[in-house]
C-alpha cells in the first residue's frame, strides 16, 4: 500500500474514494478505510473511530453532501465515529445492530436496517447491500454496482485474515457468505484495512480453501490429541502463526471447532473437545 496521508481522499474507482484513519495497529493495519460514493450527493461507509481529526476530515471532505452513513458491521473500529458524523451533517444511520458481547460499539443506535439485496442509489450510483454474517453476524458488503467495486469491511482484509469470534462470529455462515459472494459481478475489493484487492474470484476461493485446510488441521489434530482443550490445541493448528497472535487465533479456533460440532463430528464437555468420526 502507497504511503498514506490521513485525513486526504484517495480515488479507488470513478465512483469512489478512500480516507483512511490514524488508527494502525496490529489489528487495523494501516488503519480504518471510510469510504464515500459519489460526487453531488455521498455515502459513507465505515466512518471509522470517532477520533476529532478523522471526522473533522470527513466532514470537511463531505462539504455538506452526506445523504447515508452506512457501517459494515459495528466493531469499535467500524463505526464509532457515525453518531458524532451524523449529528454534524444530518445524514442517516443504516446499519445491521447486534446485542454487544463485549466487541460492539453501544454508540451505534437508531440506524436503518438493512436486508439482503436491498439498494440505495441516487442518479449517480447504486449501492447493493450483501449481508455477510461470518465475522460477526450483523457483517455487511456493498457493492458499488456501476464500479463492480465490493467494499468488504472485516468479511475479507488486505493482508490478514479475519478473526471469527463466537457467539456473533461463526465459521460456518462465513464460508458460505464467501461462497455467496463469487454470485455478483465484482471487479476490485475496497477491505476495511488495507489496499484493493485485484482478483476478486481468485480471492475468495484461496480464502474458502485456506479455512477449510484450517479445519482440517484441527480435525486432524484432535484424533492425535484425543479429549484437549483450546488452549492446548491453538499452538499445535496455529504454529504457522506468530505466538503473539495466539490469544485471537484461539478465537477462531473456538469457531472451528463449532463448526465441526454442529456438522456432527465433534463434541465437547468440560472444555475438552473431541473428535467422534
Known sequence: MPEIRYGEAVAVSPRVR???????????GPGTNTYLIGERELAMVDPGPNMPEHVDALERICAGRLRWILVTHTH???????????RRTGAQLVGNIIPND???????????????????STDEF????????GHVSNHICFLVEEDALLMTGDHIMGGSTVVIVPPHGNMQHYI?????????????????????????????EH?????L???????????????????TLTPVVYDDVDPVMHSWAAMSLHAHLLKLRDD??????????????
Open 102 to 120: 463485549g466487541f460492539q460499539d453501544d454508540t451505534f443506535i437508531d440506524a436503518r436496517a438493512l436486508v439482503q439485496d436491498e439498494v440505495l
Open 126 to 133: 447504486t449501492l447493493r447491500a450483501l449481508l455477510t454474517p
Open 176 to 204: 458460505e457468505s464467501l461462497r455467496r459472494m463469487l454470485n455478483y459481478r465484482v471487479e476490485h475489493l475496497a477491505p476495511g484495512h488495507g489496499d484493493l484487492i485485484a482478483n476478486p474470484r481468485g480471492e475468495i
Open 207 to 211: 480464502l474458502i480453501a485456506h479455512r
Open 213 to 231: 485446510k484450517r479445519e482440517a488441521k484441527v480435525a486432524d489434530a484432535l484424533q492425535r490429541l484425543g479429549a484437549v482443550t483450546i488452549e
Open 18 to 28: 478512500r480516507v483512511t484513519a490514524p488508527n494502525s495497529g496490529r489489528m487495523t
Open 76 to 86: 469499535r473500529d467500524h463505526s464509532p465515529a457515525a453518531h458524532a458524523l451524523a
Open 264 to 277: 456432527g463430528r465433534a463434541s465437547e464437555q468440560d472444555g475438552l473437545w473431541r473428535m467422534l468420526t
